[in-house]
T-cell receptor, first 114, second 110 residues
Framework: EAGVAQSPRYKIIEKRQSVAFWCNPI?????LYWYQQILGQGPKLLIQ????????DSQLPKDRFSAERLKGVDSTLKIQPAKLEDSAVYLC????????????FGPGTRLTVT | QQPVQSPQAVILREGEDAVINCSSS?????VHWYRQKHGEAPVFLMI?????EQKGHEKISASFNEKKQQSSLYLTASQLSYSGTYFC???????????FGKGTRLSVIA
């Protein structure tokens, strides 16, 4: 079974530029998560989707971050404009849902904002 | 509210045991445990959904004391492959968003 796929793996941009990350969850997984992990800290949830609906986006900085999950499968996370403090690893995870909540993480995208 | 993990870091020799604690100031429904090796994604270890439930995975087990709002991860006869940062994630319902602790860095040396 293929795992969670993410791209790109690395991205370097200048502040005020925009960037987009892509995630393809494990086939059949209803729930998809985007996390931000700053070096030395635990993952921080940005947004959680159940199929193509948003379950929680309370910690998503909506003035600059946006996310969508079209057709309940792939998802994209966008930052526009980026700030220096956005430098982090962005992790996508998925879980089966339906009373099965273990999360499977993708390899992440390491973003550096200069 | 972010759960508190202790200790922050621990160094073990192969074969030694370790306990990692995770406590919350809020009532808990679930506790997840993940291990992350340097430069890699977190990997799921186990989830505990009921108060007092214990689960095990080979020589790694965990307990969940709902009343005390805490969970402990037990690593017995540690192996070099156990090295990494262990995170607990807590939730207050089945599919609620998890809040992760800051992690416990475990180093196993020969």
């Amino acid at each position: 079974e293929a795992g969670v796929a993410q791209s790109p793996r690395y991205k370097i941009i200048e502040k005020r530029q925009s960037v987009a990350f892509w995630c393809n969850p494990i086939s059949g997984h209803a729930t998809l998560y985007w996390y931000q992990q700053i070096l030395g800290q635990g993952p921080k949830l940005l947004i959680q989707f159940q199929n193509n609906g948003v379950v929680d986006d309370s910690q998503l900085p909506k003035d600059r971050f946006s996310a969508e999950r079209l057709k309940g499968v792939d998802s994209t996370l966008k930052i526009q404009p980026a700030k220096l403090e956005d430098s982090a690893v962005y992790l996508c995870a998925s879980s089966p849902g339906r009373n099965s909540y273990e999360q499977y993480f993708g390899p992440g995208t390491r973003l550096t904002v200069t | 509210q972010q759960p508190v993990q202790s200790p922050q870091a621990v160094i073990l020799r192969e074969g030694e045991d370790a306990v990692i604690n995770c406590s919350s100031s809020k009532a808990l429904y679930s506790v997840h445990w993940y291990r992350q090796k340097h430069g890699e994604a977190p990997v799921f270890l186990m989830i505990l959904l009921k108060g007092g439930e214990q689960k095990g995975h080979e020589k790694i087990s965990a307990s969940f004391n709902e009343k005390k709002q805490q969970s402990s991860l037990y690593l017995t006869a540690s192996q070099l492959s156990y090295s990494g940062t262990y995170f607990c994630g807590t939730g207050n319902s089945g599919n609620t968003p998890l809040v992760f602790g800051k992690g416990t860095r475990l180093s196993v040396i020969a």
